[in-house]
């Protein structure tokens, strides 16, 4: 049993490179850059672990003693592997989540975080609701933005849907009724049946306010006629009987 210098293609270079992509080309901040290292240096280390373990595998004969070492070797396979695959992540995230502790939302929000890195639109989706509902860190409505913003640009309804809503509503954000039909629109076409039923709504609300403006239009130009002489003089007459 050995590992191949291709098994695992991972650097802290690439890492980074990866971050500065998903993060629209801006340079990442320094909190990012230490999250990153520090993942880099796990990642390191679990490796440095597993290729000693395999290496103490190939010395020994197989007895007893092999067998836990090939039980550690597995265990460190596993982890190798939750930190390499976005899926693998996104799921240790949701048995975190699960356990609707803080501690539980604590620790989803770093496996989201791997996966969301990753560009999982699902990790991404998950990770901006516990930013926008402070669950397990802090309240972080404009990364909560971001990240929602990220998977609705792979076509992921309910963050479309979510996006929308944060707008609509004006969250910590400047109201935008017309940005938040633009993403229940988006997310009506992605299959998402919360979006459709918010953008019926929010497109019916409109209507009728602009209808009302309207309305008040004429209201206020009848009021100026009735109160200065002129041609709608006759108007004015008929429309007061």
């Known amino acids: 049993m050995k590992i191949e210098d291709d098994d695992y293609q991972y650097s802290l270079e690439a890492m980074l490179a990866h971050a500065l ?28 672990a597993y290729q000693n373990a395999v290496a103490r595998c190939e010395a020994q004969a197989r007895n007893e003693e092999r067998l836990k070492v090939e039980a550690e070797v597995e265990k460190l396979r596993r982890e190798l592997h939750l930190l390499n695959d976005p899926e693998s992540s996104f799921n240790r995230g949701m048995n975190c989540l699960a356990l609707k502790t803080d501690d539980g939302a604590f620790e989803a929000r770093k496996w989201f975080g791997i996966a969301a890195e990753e ?8 990770l901006a609701k516990l930013h926008e509902t402070a669950e397990g860190g802090p309240l972080d409505v404009k990364e909560a933005c971001r990240l929602y913003s990220l998977a609705s640009a792979q076509n992921h309804g309910p963050s479309q849907n979510n996006l929308g809503i944060i707008f609509e509503m004006g969250i910590l954000v400047e109201k935008d009724e017309q940005f938040a039909l633009h993403m229940y629109r988006m997310g009506k076409e ?5 979006a459709a039923h918010n953008l019926e709504r929010l497109d019916q609300k409109l ?12 209201v206020a130009k ?6 200065h002489p002129g041609p709608w003089g006759r108007f004015k007459r008929w429309f007061t009987k």
């Open 207 to 218: 209507s009728e306010d602009a209808c009302d403006v309207a309305i008040a239009k004429i």
């Open 190 to 194: 992605s299959g998402d049946p919360d």
């Open 21 to 48: 992509k998903v993060n629209g080309g801006k340079p990442i901040t320094e909190k990012r850059r230490k999250e990153v290292e520090k993942l880099d240096q796990q990642f390191r280390a679990t490796k440095e």
């Open 222 to 227: 009848v009021e100026k006629e009735q109160s």
């Open 119 to 126: 560009g999982s639109p699902s990790a991404q989706y998950q």
